[in-house]
């Protein structure tokens, strides 16, 4: 065998060791079976640590790197959650979803599903308030997901439109464009959130929000994370908006998705335009 192909053997053989899921022992019969390579072939018996002993510092760090990943995309559901519990549903999830992307960002892109699909079933007693105090860890991960992206996408620093006022006759002769940015995180969630979140981010007493289906934003302005509470017809305006890009089009395709009148729908959004602007929902030209 050529030296380079042996490098490369011994190289795969590692990342097998290093990135399969389970504990030692599997990882090392997956490296076997796939390279016909024992860790006794590779790594030299001497010193004063075992070989399965070096082989674990290897192992084990890599799952620590990757927890590390996932402390830091979700530091608001572990500290609410606490260490144990997080780090439990974490290795859980790093099992089921290891890394496949370039970037660890996506990393934990899925883990608001995982803990969907995961979480308790047919509590005892069917006590409907523990019911629900498990699906509130979904929904804190869903809105920790959406402000990482908010951070991420492109936003509206560097456009020169200034926030401006419209005029109601422009809208209605169809002459102001519409567009959102990137950074717009749109949520459909189980409870409110902002006020909970904002308490577990500051380590402040708080109250557990009650279930009750509520609307976010979540964007970003002058670099700063913005979180909005909407109602449906906001909400659904603004994913009409995503497609649109012709603001008259957009309320009447609204009106109609939401069964009321175009005219009644225009002079809402023409007082919601403030707040859109002021927390970076919408730019208008």
Not at 39 to 48: L, P, Q, R, T
Not at 143 to 152: M, V, Y
Request: glycine share 4%; hydrophobic share 40%.
């Amino acid at each position: 065998m050529a030296k380079d192909q042996k490098l490369a053997l011994l190289q795969n053989w590692l990342k097998t060791v290093v990135m399969t899921p389970g504990h030692l022992p599997q990882k090392l019969g997956q490296a076997r079976h796939l390279y016909a390579l024992s860790e006794m072939d590779v790594v030299a018996n001497e010193g004063k640590a075992s070989v399965y002993t070096r082989l674990n510092v290897y192992s084990s760090g890599y799952l620590m790197r990757l927890l590390d990943c996932m402390y830091a995309d979700y530091p608001i559901s572990k500290k609410f959650m606490g260490d144990e519990v997080f780090d439990s549903f974490a290795k859980a999830y790093l099992l089921y979803h290891p890394s496949t992307s370039f970037t660890l960002y996506d990393l934990g892109k899925a883990f608001p599903l995982f803990l969907a699909k995961t979480k308790p079933q047919g509590m005892v007693g069917d006590d409907q308030q523990l019911q629900d105090f498990m699906d509130l860890p979904v929904a804190l991960t869903k809105l920790e997901r959406a402000r990482q992206e908010a951070i991420r996408a492109p936003g509206t620093e560097d456009d020169t439109q200034r926030d401006q006022g419209i005029n109601i006759q422009d809208i209605l002769f169809n002459i102001v464009k519409v567009s959102v940015p990137a950074c717009l995180q749109l949520l459909e969630l189980e409870f409110s959130m902002i006020r909970f979140f904002t308490a577990v981010y500051r380590g402040e007493d708080y109250e557990l929000p009650s279930p009750q289906k509520t609307f976010l934003a979540v964007s970003r302005k002058n670099y700063k994370v913005t979180m909005t509470e909407l109602t449906e017809t906001q909400y659904i305006l603004l994913t009409v908006c995503q497609t649109e890009d012709n603001l008259y089009d957009a309320i009447t395709t609204t009106a109609s998705l939401c069964k009321v009148s175009a005219s009644i729908l225009l002079a809402d959004v023409y007082l919601w335009i403030p707040l859109f602007q002021k927390n970076g929902l919408v730019a208008w030209s």
